[in-house]
């Protein structure tokens, strides 16, 4: 049992490259969201999802897009990658039963 | 919306002593507390919770305490470990089922042998 699987763990990106963050569960949860971590600002909340196509914006939504075909899957997309976007994304689903989050490893993201 | 304060930002102890971390929230609809440890490099992992209608949960040698009227709730490391090192958060959401969580801004405690 995976549990939430993000892909890569590390990326440099140059000012207004894009990309997508992977973002995978395999415990059949309904609930996933986005955070990013910060030094001292603790984890921001970007986009979550309560199904498949269905998404929201959390905190701090803005440079990015999120997209929900799956339950499985749950991307994070930068479009025109700036540095205030230098950070650690987490991904996380939730058992909507006993409230309790997963979250994965993390995506360390550098944009120079 | 809810907002989280956590204190302190960084806690320091002896190996054997115990650690508390101070979180208050501020919407009285909250019910539902989580806290979280993060080791270096790993994603944060669930080590206790506690919902609004119990005051105190124990987990072996963590526990969470709260209260409600006064809107903070704690975190209890007794005969804390080198291995507790670690950052922790705290954390509060409002409704049943899918939620999403507000979380504090962490604390570093660091158990020197």
């Known amino acids: 049992n995976a549990g939430v699987t993000q892909t890569p763990k590390f990326q440099v990106l140059k000012t207004g490259q894009s990309m997508t963050l992977q973002c995978a569960q395999d415990?059949?949860?309904?609930?996933m969201s986005w955070y990013r971590q910060d030094p001292g600002m603790g984890l921001r909340l970007i986009h979550y999802?309560?199904?498949?196509?269905?998404?929201d914006q959390g905190e701090v939504p803005n440079g990015y897009n999120v997209s929900r075909s799956t339950t499985e899957d749950f991307p994070l997309r930068l479009l025109s990658a700036a540095p205030s976007q230098t950070s650690v994304y987490f991904c996380?689903?939730?058992?909507?039963?006993?409230?309790?989050?997963?979250f994965g490893s993390g995506t360390r993201l550098t944009v120079v | 919306g809810e907002n989280v304060e956590q204190h302190p930002s960084t806690l320091s102890v002896q190996e054997g002593d115990s650690a508390v971390i101070k979180c208050t929230y501020s919407d009285s609809a909250s019910n539902y507390f989580p806290w979280y440890k993060q080791e270096l490099g790993k994603g944060p992992q669930l080590i206790i919770d506690?919902?609004?209608?119990?005051g105190e949960k124990k987990d072996q040698r963590i526990a969470v305490t709260l209260n409600k009227t006064a809107k903070h709730f704690s975190l209890h490391i007794t005969e804390t470990q080198p291995e507790d090192s670690a950052v922790y958060f705290c954390?509060?959401?409002?409704?049943?089922?899918?939620?999403?969580?507000?979380f504090g801004k962490g604390t570093m405690l660091l158990v020197s042998p």
């Open positions: 415990m059949n949860h309904e609930y």
């Open positions: 996380a689903s939730q058992d909507g039963y006993n409230y309790g989050y997963t």
């Open positions: 506690i919902r609004s209608n119990v």
């Open positions: 954390a509060a959401s409002i409704g049943s089922g899918y939620s999403t969580l507000t």
């Open positions: 999802s309560v199904g498949a196509g269905i998404t």
